[in-house]
Protein backbone atom coordinates (compact mmCIF):
# COMPACT_ATOMS: atom_id res chain seq x y z
CA UNK A 1 0.00 0.00 0.00
CA UNK A 2 2.82 2.40 1.03
CA UNK A 3 4.08 1.62 -2.53
CA UNK A 4 1.07 3.16 -4.20
CA UNK A 5 0.95 5.95 -1.87
CA UNK A 6 4.88 6.83 -2.84
CA UNK A 7 4.03 6.69 -6.06
CA UNK A 8 1.11 8.69 -6.13
CA UNK A 9 2.74 11.46 -4.50
CA UNK A 10 5.53 11.23 -7.11
CA UNK A 11 3.00 11.85 -9.61
CA UNK A 12 2.13 14.87 -7.83
CA UNK A 13 5.51 16.12 -7.54
CA UNK A 14 5.80 15.67 -11.36
CA UNK A 15 2.60 17.90 -12.02
CA UNK A 16 3.78 20.53 -9.58
CA UNK A 17 7.21 20.97 -11.67
CA UNK A 18 5.38 22.02 -14.85
CA UNK A 19 4.03 24.87 -13.10
CA UNK A 20 3.89 27.17 -16.46
CA UNK A 21 1.87 24.64 -18.53
CA UNK A 22 -0.87 24.31 -15.63
CA UNK A 23 -0.90 28.30 -15.76
CA UNK A 24 -1.63 28.36 -19.29
CA UNK A 25 -3.65 25.50 -19.06
CA UNK A 26 -5.80 27.45 -16.38
CA UNK A 27 -5.90 30.56 -18.13
CA UNK A 28 -7.24 29.24 -21.44
CA UNK A 29 -10.05 26.75 -18.89
CA UNK A 30 -10.63 30.23 -17.88
CA UNK A 31 -11.36 31.98 -20.52
CA UNK A 32 -13.71 29.06 -22.08
CA UNK A 33 -15.64 29.06 -18.55
CA UNK A 34 -16.01 33.24 -19.27
CA UNK A 35 -16.96 32.16 -22.82
CA UNK A 36 -19.75 29.91 -22.04
CA UNK A 37 -20.62 32.13 -18.98
CA UNK A 38 -21.53 34.90 -21.29
CA UNK A 39 -23.40 33.14 -24.01
CA UNK A 40 -25.50 31.40 -20.39
CA UNK A 41 -26.50 35.02 -19.48
CA UNK A 42 -26.93 35.89 -23.21
CA UNK A 43 -29.34 33.28 -23.76
CA UNK A 44 -31.11 33.56 -20.18
CA UNK A 45 -32.22 37.12 -20.84
CA UNK A 46 -35.29 37.79 -19.06
CA UNK A 47 -35.92 34.29 -18.23
CA UNK A 48 -34.94 33.34 -14.70
CA UNK A 49 -35.04 29.61 -14.23
CA UNK A 50 -34.76 27.21 -17.24
CA UNK A 51 -35.24 23.63 -16.47
CA UNK A 52 -34.53 24.31 -12.54
CA UNK A 53 -31.46 26.09 -13.55
CA UNK A 54 -31.60 29.91 -12.39
CA UNK A 55 -28.85 31.85 -13.80
CA UNK A 56 -26.83 32.12 -10.88
CA UNK A 57 -26.41 28.21 -11.48
CA UNK A 58 -26.23 28.29 -14.82
CA UNK A 59 -22.98 30.71 -14.56
CA UNK A 60 -21.55 28.59 -11.88
CA UNK A 61 -22.30 25.58 -13.44
CA UNK A 62 -19.86 26.47 -16.66
CA UNK A 63 -17.20 27.20 -13.62
CA UNK A 64 -17.70 23.98 -12.52
CA UNK A 65 -17.81 21.90 -15.58
CA UNK A 66 -14.36 23.42 -16.65
CA UNK A 67 -12.84 23.34 -13.06
CA UNK A 68 -12.99 19.94 -13.41
CA UNK A 69 -11.40 19.50 -17.01
CA UNK A 70 -8.58 19.25 -15.02
CA UNK A 71 -9.01 16.27 -12.60
CA UNK A 72 -10.98 14.15 -14.71
CA UNK A 73 -8.55 14.44 -17.39
CA UNK A 74 -11.58 15.25 -19.86
CA UNK A 75 -9.52 16.10 -23.38
CA UNK A 76 -8.10 13.39 -22.68
CA UNK A 77 -4.41 11.15 -21.25
CA UNK A 78 -2.26 8.91 -23.44
CA UNK A 79 0.49 8.86 -21.09
CA UNK A 80 -0.46 4.53 -20.53
CA UNK A 81 -0.82 4.13 -24.76
CA UNK A 82 2.41 5.73 -25.14
CA UNK A 83 4.21 3.73 -22.68
CA UNK A 84 2.58 0.30 -24.25
CA UNK A 85 3.68 1.91 -28.11
CA UNK A 86 7.39 2.52 -26.80
CA UNK A 87 7.48 -0.99 -25.28
CA UNK A 88 8.35 0.83 -21.88
CA UNK A 89 5.25 -1.49 -20.73
CA UNK A 90 7.67 -4.32 -20.41
CA UNK A 91 9.47 -3.05 -17.96
CA UNK A 92 5.87 -1.71 -16.16
CA UNK A 93 4.80 -5.44 -16.11
CA UNK A 94 7.60 -6.65 -14.36
CA UNK A 95 7.48 -4.35 -11.67
CA UNK A 96 6.18 -5.47 -7.83
CA UNK A 97 2.79 -3.54 -8.52
CA UNK A 98 -0.30 -4.79 -9.86
CA UNK A 99 -0.72 -2.79 -13.43
CA UNK A 100 -4.06 -1.77 -12.93
CA UNK A 101 -3.41 0.22 -9.14
CA UNK A 102 -0.11 1.07 -10.49
CA UNK A 103 -1.45 3.23 -13.27
CA UNK A 104 -4.35 4.39 -10.51
CA UNK A 105 -2.02 5.55 -7.92
CA UNK A 106 -0.34 7.95 -10.57
CA UNK A 107 -3.72 8.91 -12.00
CA UNK A 108 -4.60 9.49 -8.30
CA UNK A 109 -1.52 11.87 -7.31
CA UNK A 110 -2.08 13.64 -10.76
CA UNK A 111 -5.48 14.34 -10.65
CA UNK A 112 -5.59 15.65 -7.03
CA UNK A 113 -3.07 18.50 -8.13
CA UNK A 114 -5.28 18.84 -11.17
CA UNK A 115 -8.03 19.89 -9.02
CA UNK A 116 -6.59 21.71 -6.57
CA UNK A 117 -4.37 23.69 -9.31
CA UNK A 118 -6.79 23.88 -11.57
CA UNK A 119 -10.44 23.18 -10.28
CA UNK A 120 -10.46 24.92 -6.50
CA UNK A 121 -8.61 28.18 -8.19
CA UNK A 122 -11.41 28.07 -10.87
CA UNK A 123 -13.89 28.08 -8.68
CA UNK A 124 -12.07 31.16 -6.64
CA UNK A 125 -11.87 32.70 -9.92
CA UNK A 126 -15.46 32.26 -10.50
CA UNK A 127 -16.57 33.36 -6.95
CA UNK A 128 -14.26 36.35 -7.86
CA UNK A 129 -15.80 37.83 -11.34
CA UNK A 130 -19.35 36.12 -11.56
CA UNK A 131 -20.25 35.30 -8.05
CA UNK A 132 -21.62 31.63 -7.94
CA UNK A 133 -23.24 29.52 -5.96
CA UNK A 134 -22.11 27.78 -3.06
CA UNK A 135 -23.30 24.60 -1.20
CA UNK A 136 -25.14 25.52 1.91
CA UNK A 137 -24.77 22.35 4.52
CA UNK A 138 -22.27 20.23 5.51
CA UNK A 139 -24.01 17.28 4.36
CA UNK A 140 -23.76 19.14 1.15
CA UNK A 141 -19.86 19.67 0.91
CA UNK A 142 -19.78 15.88 1.89
CA UNK A 143 -21.69 14.53 -1.00
CA UNK A 144 -20.63 16.70 -3.21
CA UNK A 145 -16.99 15.46 -2.28
CA UNK A 146 -17.74 12.24 -2.54
CA UNK A 147 -19.44 12.77 -5.83
CA UNK A 148 -16.03 14.78 -7.41
CA UNK A 149 -13.77 11.40 -5.95
CA UNK A 150 -16.22 9.00 -7.93
CA UNK A 151 -16.21 11.16 -10.69
CA UNK A 152 -12.67 11.01 -10.63
CA UNK A 153 -12.28 7.34 -10.72
CA UNK A 154 -14.84 6.66 -13.39
CA UNK A 155 -12.78 9.60 -15.67
CA UNK A 156 -9.78 7.26 -14.75
CA UNK A 157 -11.14 3.69 -15.08
CA UNK A 158 -12.59 4.91 -18.70
CA UNK A 159 -8.86 5.88 -19.90
CA UNK A 160 -7.33 2.93 -18.49
CA UNK A 161 -10.12 0.64 -20.56
CA UNK A 162 -9.61 3.01 -23.40
CA UNK A 163 -5.70 3.03 -23.37
CA UNK A 164 -5.60 -0.84 -22.67
CA UNK A 165 -7.14 -1.15 -26.73
CA UNK A 166 -3.36 0.06 -27.39
CA UNK A 167 -1.95 -3.81 -26.97
CA UNK A 168 -3.54 -5.06 -29.95
CA UNK A 169 -3.77 -1.93 -32.39
CA UNK A 170 -0.72 0.67 -33.78
CA UNK A 171 -3.60 3.19 -34.00
CA UNK A 172 -4.76 3.49 -30.59
CA UNK A 173 -4.61 7.32 -30.18
CA UNK A 174 -7.07 7.74 -33.08
CA UNK A 175 -9.39 5.22 -31.13
CA UNK A 176 -8.63 6.48 -27.68
CA UNK A 177 -9.25 10.41 -29.17
CA UNK A 178 -12.58 9.26 -30.59
CA UNK A 179 -13.22 7.19 -27.17
CA UNK A 180 -12.76 10.58 -25.21
CA UNK A 181 -14.84 12.52 -27.16
CA UNK A 182 -17.22 10.46 -26.95
CA UNK A 183 -17.42 11.69 -22.96
CA UNK A 184 -17.86 15.20 -23.35
CA UNK A 185 -21.87 15.36 -24.65
CA UNK A 186 -23.21 12.20 -22.21
CA UNK A 187 -21.25 13.74 -19.26
CA UNK A 188 -23.45 16.77 -19.35
CA UNK A 189 -19.57 18.95 -19.76
CA UNK A 190 -21.18 20.71 -22.93
CA UNK A 191 -24.46 21.55 -22.11
CA UNK A 192 -26.40 20.38 -18.54
CA UNK A 193 -28.46 17.27 -18.65
CA UNK A 194 -31.16 18.66 -17.51
CA UNK A 195 -31.65 21.02 -20.41
CA UNK A 196 -32.01 17.61 -22.30
CA UNK A 197 -35.15 16.16 -23.71
CA UNK A 198 -35.88 13.93 -21.82
CA UNK A 199 -35.41 10.77 -24.50
CA UNK A 200 -31.77 12.45 -24.39
CA UNK A 201 -31.45 12.20 -20.97
CA UNK A 202 -32.40 8.67 -20.73
CA UNK A 203 -29.91 7.89 -23.46
CA UNK A 204 -27.30 9.81 -21.73
CA UNK A 205 -27.78 8.56 -18.49
CA UNK A 206 -27.32 4.93 -19.76
CA UNK A 207 -24.11 5.81 -19.82
CA UNK A 208 -21.46 5.86 -17.37
CA UNK A 209 -20.70 9.41 -18.24
CA UNK A 210 -22.65 11.49 -16.46
CA UNK A 211 -21.00 10.42 -13.33
CA UNK A 212 -18.14 12.12 -14.62
CA UNK A 213 -19.27 15.77 -14.71
CA UNK A 214 -23.21 15.78 -14.45
CA UNK A 215 -23.76 14.31 -11.14
CA UNK A 216 -21.34 16.25 -8.95
CA UNK A 217 -22.61 19.77 -10.39
CA UNK A 218 -26.13 18.53 -9.57
CA UNK A 219 -24.99 17.70 -6.29
CA UNK A 220 -23.19 20.91 -5.68
CA UNK A 221 -26.21 23.15 -6.90
CA UNK A 222 -28.47 21.23 -4.81
CA UNK A 223 -30.72 19.92 -7.13
CA UNK A 224 -30.16 16.65 -5.99
CA UNK A 225 -30.25 16.22 -2.32
CA UNK A 226 -29.99 13.41 0.35
CA UNK A 227 -31.37 9.93 -0.17
CA UNK A 228 -31.35 11.17 -4.19
CA UNK A 229 -28.15 12.41 -4.05
CA UNK A 230 -26.40 9.13 -2.45
CA UNK A 231 -28.43 7.22 -4.62
CA UNK A 232 -26.63 8.82 -7.72
CA UNK A 233 -23.44 8.54 -5.65
CA UNK A 234 -23.73 4.73 -5.65
CA UNK A 235 -24.54 4.42 -9.70
CA UNK A 236 -21.42 6.13 -9.96
CA UNK A 237 -19.94 3.92 -7.49
CA UNK A 238 -21.85 0.90 -9.39
CA UNK A 239 -20.02 2.34 -12.99
CA UNK A 240 -16.73 2.50 -11.33
CA UNK A 241 -16.91 -1.23 -10.08
CA UNK A 242 -17.82 -2.37 -14.08
CA UNK A 243 -15.33 0.19 -15.67
CA UNK A 244 -12.35 -1.28 -13.70
CA UNK A 245 -13.03 -5.04 -13.86
CA UNK A 246 -13.76 -4.68 -17.55
CA UNK A 247 -10.36 -2.20 -17.36
CA UNK A 248 -8.54 -5.38 -15.25
CA UNK A 249 -10.17 -7.72 -17.84
CA UNK A 250 -8.70 -6.18 -20.92
CA UNK A 251 -5.47 -5.49 -19.76
CA UNK A 252 -5.04 -8.97 -18.71
CA UNK A 253 -5.84 -10.10 -21.86
CA UNK A 254 -3.01 -7.78 -23.38
CA UNK A 255 -0.62 -8.63 -20.71
CA UNK A 256 -1.19 -12.15 -21.78
CA UNK A 257 -0.83 -11.22 -25.41
CA UNK A 258 2.44 -9.23 -24.88
CA UNK A 259 4.00 -12.23 -23.01
CA UNK A 260 2.94 -14.70 -25.56
CA UNK A 261 4.36 -12.53 -28.96
CA UNK A 262 7.89 -12.23 -26.60
CA UNK A 263 7.22 -8.95 -26.19
CA UNK B 1 11.73 12.46 -47.52
CA UNK B 2 14.50 12.81 -50.48
CA UNK B 3 12.56 14.23 -52.73
CA UNK B 4 16.42 15.98 -54.19
CA UNK B 5 17.13 11.84 -55.38
CA UNK B 6 13.83 11.74 -56.17
CA UNK B 7 13.83 14.60 -58.92
CA UNK B 8 17.23 13.76 -59.99
CA UNK B 9 16.66 9.94 -60.89
CA UNK B 10 13.28 10.46 -61.94
CA UNK B 11 13.39 12.97 -65.56
CA UNK B 12 10.12 12.65 -66.30
CA UNK B 13 8.57 14.02 -63.42
CA UNK B 14 11.84 16.41 -62.20
CA UNK B 15 10.37 19.84 -60.90
CA UNK B 16 12.46 21.90 -63.01
CA UNK B 17 12.61 24.91 -60.82
CA UNK B 18 12.11 24.34 -57.21
CA UNK B 19 12.35 27.85 -56.25
CA UNK B 20 9.93 29.46 -58.66
CA UNK B 21 6.51 29.86 -57.71
CA UNK B 22 5.30 26.86 -59.72
CA UNK B 23 7.95 25.12 -58.91
CA UNK B 24 6.39 25.27 -55.08
CA UNK B 25 3.16 24.35 -55.81
CA UNK B 26 4.41 21.50 -57.56
CA UNK B 27 6.43 20.42 -54.78
CA UNK B 28 3.69 20.88 -52.31
CA UNK B 29 1.55 19.10 -54.11
CA UNK B 30 3.98 16.35 -54.21
CA UNK B 31 4.51 16.61 -50.42
CA UNK B 32 0.74 16.45 -50.21
CA UNK B 33 0.11 13.38 -52.37
CA UNK B 34 2.37 11.38 -50.72
CA UNK B 35 0.79 12.73 -47.20
CA UNK B 36 -2.56 11.51 -48.52
CA UNK B 37 -1.29 8.28 -49.80
CA UNK B 38 0.17 7.41 -46.67
CA UNK B 39 -2.80 8.48 -44.95
CA UNK B 40 -5.24 6.40 -46.79
CA UNK B 41 -2.58 3.08 -46.53
CA UNK B 42 -4.32 2.86 -42.62
CA UNK B 43 -7.93 2.56 -44.47
CA UNK B 44 -9.89 1.31 -41.63
CA UNK B 45 -8.21 4.06 -39.65
CA UNK B 46 -9.12 6.69 -41.76
CA UNK B 47 -12.63 5.95 -42.20
CA UNK B 48 -12.08 5.43 -38.24
CA UNK B 49 -11.63 9.16 -38.40
CA UNK B 50 -14.00 10.18 -40.59
CA UNK B 51 -16.80 8.83 -38.39
CA UNK B 52 -15.39 10.21 -35.15
CA UNK B 53 -15.14 13.47 -36.95
CA UNK B 54 -18.70 13.15 -38.17
CA UNK B 55 -19.85 12.35 -34.46
CA UNK B 56 -18.11 15.19 -32.91
CA UNK B 57 -20.42 18.13 -35.68
CA UNK B 58 -23.09 16.41 -35.27
CA UNK B 59 -22.57 17.09 -31.12
CA UNK B 60 -20.98 20.42 -31.58
CA UNK B 61 -24.14 21.27 -33.66
CA UNK B 62 -26.82 18.97 -30.68
CA UNK B 63 -25.76 21.74 -28.31
CA UNK B 64 -26.93 24.42 -29.67
CA UNK B 65 -29.85 22.62 -30.66
CA UNK B 66 -30.33 21.88 -27.25
CA UNK B 67 -29.68 25.27 -26.44
CA UNK B 68 -32.60 26.10 -28.38
CA UNK B 69 -35.08 23.82 -27.28
CA UNK B 70 -34.91 25.82 -24.06
CA UNK B 71 -34.27 29.63 -25.26
CA UNK B 72 -36.52 31.23 -27.84
CA UNK B 73 -33.51 32.85 -29.35
CA UNK B 74 -29.90 33.63 -28.93
CA UNK B 75 -29.03 37.33 -28.77
CA UNK B 76 -32.66 37.72 -30.50
CA UNK B 77 -30.83 35.47 -33.36
CA UNK B 78 -32.31 32.23 -34.77
CA UNK B 79 -31.45 28.81 -34.93
CA UNK B 80 -30.99 28.99 -38.40
CA UNK B 81 -28.93 32.42 -38.29
CA UNK B 82 -26.72 31.35 -35.52
CA UNK B 83 -26.44 27.64 -37.84
CA UNK B 84 -25.06 29.91 -40.00
CA UNK B 85 -22.96 31.61 -38.24
CA UNK B 86 -21.88 27.99 -36.37
CA UNK B 87 -22.00 26.12 -40.42
CA UNK B 88 -19.60 29.30 -41.64
CA UNK B 89 -17.49 29.25 -39.01
CA UNK B 90 -16.95 25.92 -38.99
CA UNK B 91 -16.17 24.66 -42.61
CA UNK B 92 -13.97 27.82 -42.28
CA UNK B 93 -11.99 26.47 -39.35
CA UNK B 94 -11.88 22.66 -40.41
CA UNK B 95 -10.77 23.74 -44.02
CA UNK B 96 -7.54 25.92 -42.40
CA UNK B 97 -7.05 22.91 -40.02
CA UNK B 98 -6.47 20.37 -42.71
CA UNK B 99 -4.08 22.71 -44.49
CA UNK B 100 -2.60 23.90 -41.71
CA UNK B 101 -2.21 21.56 -38.93
CA UNK B 102 1.43 21.54 -39.90
CA UNK B 103 1.94 24.69 -37.84
CA UNK B 104 -0.34 23.81 -34.57
CA UNK B 105 1.66 23.78 -31.81
CA UNK B 106 1.25 20.02 -30.92
CA UNK B 107 2.83 19.36 -34.30
CA UNK B 108 5.32 21.82 -34.69
CA UNK B 109 6.34 23.50 -31.18
CA UNK B 110 6.54 19.69 -29.87
CA UNK B 111 7.96 17.76 -32.67
CA UNK B 112 10.11 20.59 -34.95
CA UNK B 113 10.96 22.98 -32.31
CA UNK B 114 11.28 21.28 -29.06
CA UNK B 115 12.96 18.05 -30.37
CA UNK B 116 14.90 19.53 -33.29
CA UNK B 117 13.43 18.74 -36.04
CA UNK B 118 12.96 22.01 -37.72
CA UNK B 119 16.87 21.72 -37.86
CA UNK B 120 16.40 18.96 -41.03
CA UNK B 121 13.63 21.42 -42.69
CA UNK B 122 16.41 24.66 -42.64
CA UNK B 123 19.19 22.43 -43.68
CA UNK B 124 16.97 21.66 -47.22
CA UNK B 125 17.00 24.23 -49.96
CA UNK B 126 13.56 24.15 -49.63
CA UNK B 127 11.11 26.71 -48.22
CA UNK B 128 10.81 25.97 -44.74
CA UNK B 129 7.21 27.44 -44.93
CA UNK B 130 6.64 25.35 -47.62
CA UNK B 131 7.79 22.62 -46.06
CA UNK B 132 5.82 22.79 -42.56
CA UNK B 133 2.56 23.25 -44.43
CA UNK B 134 2.75 20.75 -46.49
CA UNK B 135 4.23 18.45 -43.51
CA UNK B 136 0.55 17.85 -42.19
CA UNK B 137 -2.26 17.61 -44.97
CA UNK B 138 -5.00 15.96 -42.68
CA UNK B 139 -7.14 14.19 -44.99
CA UNK B 140 -9.66 13.02 -42.25
CA UNK B 141 -10.61 15.97 -41.86
CA UNK B 142 -13.07 15.42 -44.61
CA UNK B 143 -15.38 14.29 -42.11
CA UNK B 144 -15.30 17.89 -40.13
CA UNK B 145 -15.28 20.02 -43.43
CA UNK B 146 -18.41 18.26 -44.61
CA UNK B 147 -20.18 18.11 -41.53
CA UNK B 148 -19.56 22.03 -41.16
CA UNK B 149 -20.96 22.16 -45.07
CA UNK B 150 -24.02 19.70 -44.25
CA UNK B 151 -24.78 22.49 -41.15
CA UNK B 152 -24.54 25.53 -43.75
CA UNK B 153 -26.68 23.70 -45.84
CA UNK B 154 -29.46 23.25 -42.81
CA UNK B 155 -28.97 26.46 -41.63
CA UNK B 156 -29.39 28.04 -44.92
CA UNK B 157 -32.68 26.08 -45.66
CA UNK B 158 -33.94 27.47 -42.25
CA UNK B 159 -33.89 31.26 -43.03
CA UNK B 160 -34.69 33.90 -45.65
CA UNK B 161 -31.95 35.33 -47.76
CA UNK B 162 -31.91 37.97 -50.34
CA UNK B 163 -30.31 35.94 -52.59
CA UNK B 164 -27.76 37.65 -55.45
CA UNK B 165 -24.79 36.57 -57.18
CA UNK B 166 -23.26 39.23 -55.28
CA UNK B 167 -24.09 37.63 -51.83
CA UNK B 168 -23.75 34.14 -53.18
CA UNK B 169 -19.70 35.47 -54.38
CA UNK B 170 -19.63 37.30 -51.27
CA UNK B 171 -20.29 33.75 -49.10
CA UNK B 172 -17.80 32.00 -50.70
CA UNK B 173 -15.02 34.54 -50.03
CA UNK B 174 -16.31 34.79 -46.56
CA UNK B 175 -15.31 31.35 -46.40
CA UNK B 176 -12.11 31.61 -47.94
CA UNK B 177 -11.55 34.85 -45.65
CA UNK B 178 -12.30 32.54 -42.79
CA UNK B 179 -9.61 29.67 -44.09
CA UNK B 180 -6.70 32.32 -44.48
CA UNK B 181 -7.50 34.03 -41.09
CA UNK B 182 -7.71 30.73 -39.46
CA UNK B 183 -4.71 29.49 -40.86
CA UNK B 184 -3.12 33.02 -40.12
CA UNK B 185 -3.67 32.23 -36.31
CA UNK B 186 -1.99 28.45 -36.67
CA UNK B 187 0.84 30.28 -38.26
CA UNK B 188 1.12 33.09 -35.48
CA UNK B 189 0.65 30.11 -33.34
CA UNK B 190 4.07 28.45 -34.64
CA UNK B 191 6.13 31.39 -34.54
CA UNK B 192 5.19 31.90 -30.94
CA UNK B 193 6.28 28.68 -30.25
CA UNK B 194 10.05 28.97 -31.37
CA UNK B 195 10.32 31.17 -27.65
CA UNK B 196 8.14 29.00 -25.49
CA UNK B 197 6.20 25.44 -26.08
CA UNK B 198 5.09 25.11 -22.45
CA UNK B 199 2.43 27.23 -22.26
CA UNK B 200 1.50 27.02 -25.55
CA UNK B 201 -2.03 25.55 -24.70
CA UNK B 202 -3.42 29.34 -24.18
CA UNK B 203 -3.19 29.53 -28.23
CA UNK B 204 -6.06 27.07 -28.33
CA UNK B 205 -7.84 30.52 -26.49
CA UNK B 206 -7.28 32.00 -29.90
CA UNK B 207 -7.78 29.09 -32.34
CA UNK B 208 -10.99 26.85 -30.62
CA UNK B 209 -11.77 29.97 -28.54
CA UNK B 210 -12.19 32.02 -31.91
CA UNK B 211 -13.70 28.60 -33.70
CA UNK B 212 -16.37 29.01 -30.31
CA UNK B 213 -16.77 32.90 -30.49
CA UNK B 214 -17.31 32.98 -33.72
CA UNK B 215 -20.63 30.28 -33.76
CA UNK B 216 -21.93 32.97 -31.94
CA UNK B 217 -23.32 36.43 -32.69
CA UNK B 218 -20.99 39.09 -31.63
CA UNK B 219 -22.91 41.30 -29.57
CA UNK B 220 -24.45 38.60 -27.40
CA UNK B 221 -20.70 39.14 -25.37
CA UNK B 222 -19.63 41.81 -22.81
CA UNK B 223 -17.66 44.85 -23.80
CA UNK B 224 -14.11 43.83 -23.01
CA UNK B 225 -14.26 40.34 -24.69
CA UNK B 226 -16.16 42.06 -27.61
CA UNK B 227 -13.06 44.57 -27.85
CA UNK B 228 -10.49 41.82 -27.87
CA UNK B 229 -12.61 40.18 -30.21
CA UNK B 230 -12.66 43.22 -32.54
CA UNK B 231 -9.37 45.34 -32.41
CA UNK B 232 -6.46 42.59 -30.89
CA UNK B 233 -7.77 39.65 -32.54
CA UNK B 234 -10.31 40.88 -35.24
CA UNK B 235 -12.97 37.23 -35.04
CA UNK B 236 -16.00 40.06 -35.43
CA UNK B 237 -14.79 39.99 -39.14
CA UNK B 238 -14.50 36.47 -39.42
CA UNK B 239 -18.52 35.28 -39.35
CA UNK B 240 -20.21 38.02 -37.82
CA UNK B 241 -20.45 41.11 -40.07
CA UNK B 242 -20.02 39.37 -43.03
CA UNK B 243 -23.37 37.40 -42.02
CA UNK B 244 -25.21 40.48 -40.60
CA UNK B 245 -24.63 42.08 -44.48
CA UNK B 246 -26.02 38.35 -45.73
CA UNK B 247 -28.84 38.72 -44.12
CA UNK B 248 -29.89 41.93 -44.44
CA UNK B 249 -29.36 42.93 -39.95
CA UNK B 250 -28.62 46.16 -38.81
CA UNK B 251 -25.93 45.64 -36.28
CA UNK B 252 -27.22 46.10 -32.96
CA UNK B 253 -23.32 47.59 -31.69
CA UNK B 254 -24.13 50.55 -34.43
CA UNK B 255 -21.80 49.62 -37.11
CA UNK B 256 -21.87 50.50 -40.63
CA UNK B 257 -22.93 48.05 -42.89
CA UNK B 258 -19.86 48.07 -45.14
CA UNK B 259 -17.79 46.88 -42.35
CA UNK B 260 -18.86 43.38 -43.83
CA UNK B 261 -16.50 44.59 -46.82
CA UNK B 262 -13.51 44.56 -44.61
CA UNK B 263 -13.66 41.16 -43.49
CA UNK B 264 -11.81 39.80 -46.37
CA UNK B 265 -8.62 42.19 -46.16
CA UNK B 266 -8.72 41.86 -42.21
CA UNK B 267 -8.64 38.04 -42.75
CA UNK B 268 -5.58 38.67 -45.03
CA UNK B 269 -3.77 41.16 -42.71
CA UNK B 270 -4.36 38.54 -40.18
CA UNK B 271 -2.64 36.10 -42.33
CA UNK B 272 0.27 38.56 -42.65
CA UNK B 273 0.91 39.00 -39.23
CA UNK B 274 1.13 35.09 -38.74
CA UNK B 275 3.51 34.90 -41.60
CA UNK B 276 5.82 37.95 -40.25
CA UNK B 277 5.49 36.15 -36.71
CA UNK B 278 6.98 32.70 -38.38
CA UNK B 279 9.36 34.77 -40.18
CA UNK B 280 10.60 36.40 -37.23
CA UNK B 281 10.96 33.26 -35.18
CA UNK B 282 12.85 31.20 -38.22
CA UNK B 283 15.46 34.25 -37.94
CA UNK B 284 15.61 33.97 -34.33
CA UNK B 285 15.97 30.43 -34.43
CA UNK B 286 18.81 30.42 -36.93
CA UNK B 287 20.46 33.45 -35.01
CA UNK B 288 20.56 31.55 -31.72
CA UNK B 289 22.31 28.56 -33.36
CA UNK B 290 20.06 25.85 -32.09
Partial sequence: MRLYVELAKKSFQ??????????????????????????????????????????????????????????????????????????????????????????????????IYQLLARGVTMMIAYALIFGISLPITIEQWALTLLSVAFAMLIGFAWRFLVSAVAFWTTDAVGFARMAYFLVLFPSGFLVPIAFMPDWLQALCRATPFPGVVDTPVTIYLGHTQGVE????????????????????TVAEAGRRKLTIQGG | MDYKRYAIGDTRSEIKNPKSAIGNWQLY??????????????????????????????????????????????????????????????????????????????????????????????????????????????????????????????????????????????????????????MGLFIFGSGVSFWTVESLEAINIVTYGGQMMTSYPMHIFQGWLRAVFMFIIPMAFVTYYPVLWLLDKPDPLGGPTWLAFLAPIVCLVVFGAGVWMWGFGVRHYQSTGS
Fill in chain 1, 14 to 111: RQVAYRSATLAGFVTNLFFGALRAEVMIAVYGMQTSVAGYSLDDAITYTGLTQALIGATALWGWYDMIRSIKSGEVASDLSKPFDYYSFWLAQDVGRS
Fill in chain 1, 229 to 248: AIVLILIQAAWSVVLIALGR
Fill in chain 2, 29 to 182: RRLVGAQVRSQMQYRASFIFDCIAQFIGTIVDFAVVAVLFTRFPSIGGWSLGEVGLLYGLSSLSFALADMLGSGFDYITFGATMVRQGGFDQILVRPVNPFLQVLASQFVVRRIGRILQGALILAIALSLIQVAWTPLKIAFTLVTIAGGIVFF
